[in-house]
């Protein structure tokens, strides 16, 4: 089993900054890779950005691409999001996600993942 706590999530106005984090715990050295996933209000969750936790390969979705930034700290075991320009549209709750699981480049991007926070508001006013 894996643990994940998100944290970082708030209110910022459009054209701010914010830094989303994932804390990992338990079995994580059998993770293959973790993402971040968004929500907004009556809609789908839907994929953000991911990585590889050995390559460190990254996969974005094309809304945040040039926007945000995803990469990992080794020695804390921890999963960033670097959000910059933010949007009105980028309102959302955010969640991380971990698997252990081998994931291919178009699967990495869809909800196929095992283990999932509980999420943290990031909420962008115009």
């Known amino acids: 089993q894996v643990q994940l706590v998100e944290s970082g999530g708030g209110l910022v106005q459009a054209g701010g900054s914010l830094r989303l984090s994932c804390a990992a715990s338990?079995?994580?050295?059998?993770?293959?890779?973790m993402g971040w996933f968004r929500q907004a209000p009556g809609k789908e969750r839907e994929f953000v950005a991911a990585l590889t936790w050995r390559s460190g390969s990254t996969y974005y979705a094309d809304s945040v691409k040039g926007r945000f930034t995803i990469f990992r700290d080794n020695a804390e075991n921890t999963l960033a999001l670097q959000m910059n320009s933010l949007k009105p549209e980028d309102t959302a709750v955010y969640y991380c996600?971990?698997?252990?699981?081998?994931?291919?480049?178009?699967?990495?991007?869809?909800?196929?993942?095992?283990?999932w926070g509980q999420g943290t508001q990031v909420t962008v006013s115009s």
């Open positions: 338990g079995r994580t050295f059998s993770t293959y890779a």
């Open positions: 996600a971990a698997t252990p699981r081998i994931l291919t480049s178009v699967t990495i991007t869809t909800r196929s993942y095992d283990y």
